[in-house]
């Protein structure tokens, strides 16, 4: 797509009065039949220009809350294709340079937006999900650090001497976003054993700790050095950390406790049967989260097939 095509879609994304939606996501990665006509049939560096500006709108416009039921909404809907989107990435325009090519297998709209959903209780149950639609799941970690492991060297020296078309920090950004979502994936699946087929091979993890120990020490107290350090620790198993990742992996799971703001029982919790992702003391707690004023579990709600 060209250049003035592309600045016409950004511009259509903040013109618009509407606030950023499920819908817009999907349209933009090809999920559905384009509901925005600027949204339809875009390539795949559109997607990705299209898609962080409609994050950034949302970021912006909308409350934590708000964000969170397009985020939740989204995840329920479109994980099993989103990770599927970053396995097989689609190709790029015919003529992109290889560099590229290689950049867009990492620096994708799709970890994009797996970063910005990581956080919902629907992201861990589709990696613990044992259906066949969420088997990406089980390989994404893996596919993650060695897509990694490739670029590095291409990313460190343009850190160190960026580009003339690239604004300043992107290429930190990039490899911060991909390093703290492996982060999100090592706290997840901590509790495998070390044999796991899931977790990253001993000669994987050798390659990527020297790139991770580099930018923790270059980009100390920015965002990319603070991802690598504790990305770094975890491969490393650092006892702190790994106490740490165990707590992140409840939180995440949101399953260990009733899940009524307030309440704090673990016992006798029975899972909402719709969408499976939190858990309850009783009926009358369930019922009383679904109609909260500040924190209803009816926005959160959907039925996920994972």
């Known amino acids: 797509m060209d250049q003035l095509s ?40 559109s997607k990705l220009i299209a898609s962080c500006h409609v994050l950034r709108k949302l970021r912006t416009r909308l409350t934590e809350l708000q964000q969170d039921i397009v985020y939740n909404k989204f995840s329920a809907l479109y994980l099993p294709a989103l990770v599927n989107g970053f396995l097989e990435p689609p190709p790029l325009p015919l003529g992109a340079p290889q560099e590229l090519v290689e950049e867009f297998n990492i620096n994708n709209t799709y970890v994009e937006m797996m970063g910005a959903i990581s956080h919902t209780p629907y992201f861990t ?26 670029i590095a060297p291409t990313w460190d020296r343009k850190m160190l001497n960026p580009p003339l078309d690239r604004e300043p920090g992107y290429y930190e950004s990039a490899a911060g976003t991909s390093i703290q979502l492996l982060s999100t994936l090592l706290a997840a699946f901590v509790k495998e054993g070390k044999d796991s087929p899931i977790l990253l091979t001993p000669e994987l993890k050798a390659k990527l700790l020297p790139w991770l120990k580099k930018w923790d020490q270059r980009h100390r107290r920015e965002f990319l050095g ?28 949101n399953w260990n406790s009733c899940g009524k703001p307030g309440c704090e029982s673990t016992s006798n919790l029975k899972a909402c049967g719709r969408c499976q992702t939190v858990r309850y003391c009783c009926p009358e707690h369930q019922k009383a989260h679904w109609v909260d004023t500040k924190d209803p579990h009816k926005s959160l709600c959907f039925k996920a097939d994972y």
């Open 6 to 45: 592309v600045q016409r879609i950004v511009s259509s994304i903040y013109s618009s009065p509407q606030n950023p939606t499920c819908d817009d996501f999907a349209d933009i990665m090809g999920f559905q039949e384009a509901r925005t006509a600027n949204f339809a049939n875009l390539d795949e560096i």
């Open 125 to 150: 149950k589709f990696l613990r999900s044992r259906l066949p639609v969420a088997d990406g799941g089980k390989v994404l970690m893996r596919v993650l650090a060695q897509r990694l492991v490739d």
């Open 226 to 253: 603070v991802v690598c350090n504790r990305t770094r620790n975890l491969l490393e198993g650092q006892a702190n950390l790994m106490r740490d990742a165990h707590q992140i992996r409840r939180m995440l799971k």
